[in-house]
């Protein structure tokens, strides 16, 4: 069967190749583990909460409707940072194909944490789409606004934690020449080099990335993955380093900012407003490609 639901979680398995799969947790509609042919993709803590008591740390957190903590708008800075949707417990809508494994999940002010709708009193629908190819996972969003008379003000993230070798002999490429945001330093300047590479603690909001450019990680000159994008033109580059991840009570082994590097498509340096009635979609696809620095003209 490619398809297993259990009350907890949803694993498609490639029907071509059951070495690859995908588990899907309904809480948060979480992806927390991709395999092609046998090989995890994504980076999990060991100390990663599944039961629904907290936002998973690893996998596909999905970021909505607020990147961060906001402290301007009156409903959105009720909300906790990274806003409610990685929260709460989606409803699993069933499979849409057979090939590749395609299913739903949805999430709706009535099934959303009640504790987080009633700080921020919406009307939307989310349908997340996650569909598994032998060579590829992709993960599309569809936002709707249900209001008849409200516009709907949001951010939309794929806080993606890729799985990696060693940090710092991992390089990310053709982000060159982009226009960043610094959230450590508190300050934006363009990126003028080639490849990003990591010694320290990141965290860095990439803003307007072309959306033909495919963002590549690079382990000691070899590809490991490829990032591509649809509808999403920043990308937050996040990596906790040594005291960060010591802060963290979920994240563990303490070693683990080694294992990790969070490349994040998003729609966050400002808002997406729909009118009410409209939608609004959006994806990313993750691949192996060959090397391609698209950043060096
Ligand atoms: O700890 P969390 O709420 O999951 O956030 C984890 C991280 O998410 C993003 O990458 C932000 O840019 C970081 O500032 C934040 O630390």
Known sequence: MPIKETDREVILTHPTNDTTSVTILKYGATVYSWKLKSEEQLWLSTAAKLDGTKPVRGGIPLVFPV???????????KLPQH???????????????????????GLKPEIANPELTKLWPMDFLLILTVELGDDHLKTAIEVENTSNSKELKFNWLFHTYFRIEDIEGTMVSNLAGMKLYDQLLKESYVDKHPVVTFNQETDVIYQNVNPERAIQIVDKGVQIHTLKRYNLPDTVVWNPWVEKSQGMADFEPKTGYQQMICIEPGHVHDFITLAPGKKWNAYQLLCKEELNYQAIQ
């Not at 990147?67 to 800075?77: I, M, P, R």
């Open 83 to 105: 806003g409610l949707a990685r929260n709460s417990t989606w409803e699993f809508l069933g499979q849409t194909k057979e090939n590749p494994p395609t299913v739903q999940f």
């Open 67 to 77: 990147f961060g903590k906001n402290s301007t708008d009156e409903y959105l800075s």
